[in-house]
């Protein structure tokens, strides 16, 4: 026996599955073309079918023009307001999808390329050792050169290491914090210190300019100094041997900034907005260099840099590329004591 309420429900069924199957259609029609459209239909279908529904229960019914009047006007405000939501929502999921495939292709791209890269060290490394294991190299002078390259190797796969560790550590967030008043000059004189030798090597100078005038700025203290060390590194490497690295540094607009300038030729145009990125596989911003280290710098660089709060930026001036760190800005202590060590250059 059929309830009273029976042919009412059948009413609004037979008024909302066409409208289903229409979705359901429309959805196949769509694929995976826009997830923003996809999660717009879902919620048109249901409005539309709740429409469908209300529409044939109440003609059933027999309501008065007043009341279906207002039936009407509830949907229409529910489902434009449930539609809108639909589409804002549907615009933040489509974005949130779209970063999380960019970051796991850029996490897949660098997985293989460090695997690319610690493949040659490590098959160089074992190639010697059975060579050294086989007596095949006995003179002590042979002896003494493979020490002295899978010494290098050893140091080049610990490089890599550190790079990757501490990208791990600006992924997870475990950077930054309030920060400590440092001054530039600090700063940058123990990152000079530290790839002074490289750049000896190369017979590339350093120079930095009025170095009294230097700000302070808020930021960890040794994040800063492998941020800058990092640039400092890249920018030796880069420049032509005999060439000079220029160093300056100013305030402006509550932050204060550091630029590297060096004269390595310049990096093409389209290449510039990606020089930071992990991804970016270009020779200006990841080579496997002989100092060691998988040529993550200038990305390392940027999340040690953003994680205080700060920019970093890249642009072709005169000879080469100018790298500038921009960080906010500290009040300027009245003393300052002495530091030990040689100073980069002054002009």
Known sequence: MIPAWGPVVLLALGCTVPVALAGWWALRLLGHRSLVASVSVVVLIGVLGVVAGVLGAAEAMF???HDLGVVLIVLASAGTAALLSALVLGRRLARRSVWEREAEARRRELVAWVSHDLRTPL???????????????????QV???????????????????????????????????????????VVSDAVAA????????????????????????????DLVRAVRNLLSNAVRHTTAGGTVRLSAGSDGGEGWFAVLDECGGIPAADLPRVFDVSFRGEAARTLSKEGGAGLGLAIARGLVEAYRGRITVENTGPGCRFVIRLPLAARPLARPA???APPARR
Not at 165 to 178: N, Q
Not at 202 to 222: L, N, S
């Open 123 to 141: 098959a160089g490394l074992r190639a010697m050792a059975e060579a050294l294991e086989d007596g095949v190299v006995s003179r002590p002078d």
């Open 339 to 341: 530091t030990d060590g």
């Open 63 to 65: 309501l008065s023009p």
């Open 144 to 186: 003494a050169r493979y020490h002295a390259t899978m010494v290098r190797e050893t140091d080049r796969l610990a490089g890599m290491v550190d790079d990757l560790f501490e990208l791990s550590r600006i992924h997870a967030g475990a950077v930054g914090a309030a920060g400590a008043v440092l001054s530039l000059d600090e």
């Open 195 to 222: 790839v002074h030798p490289a750049a000896a090597a190369r017979r590339v100078g350093i120079v930095a300019e009025d170095t009294a005038a230097w700000p302070d700025v808020r930021a960890g203290d040794a």
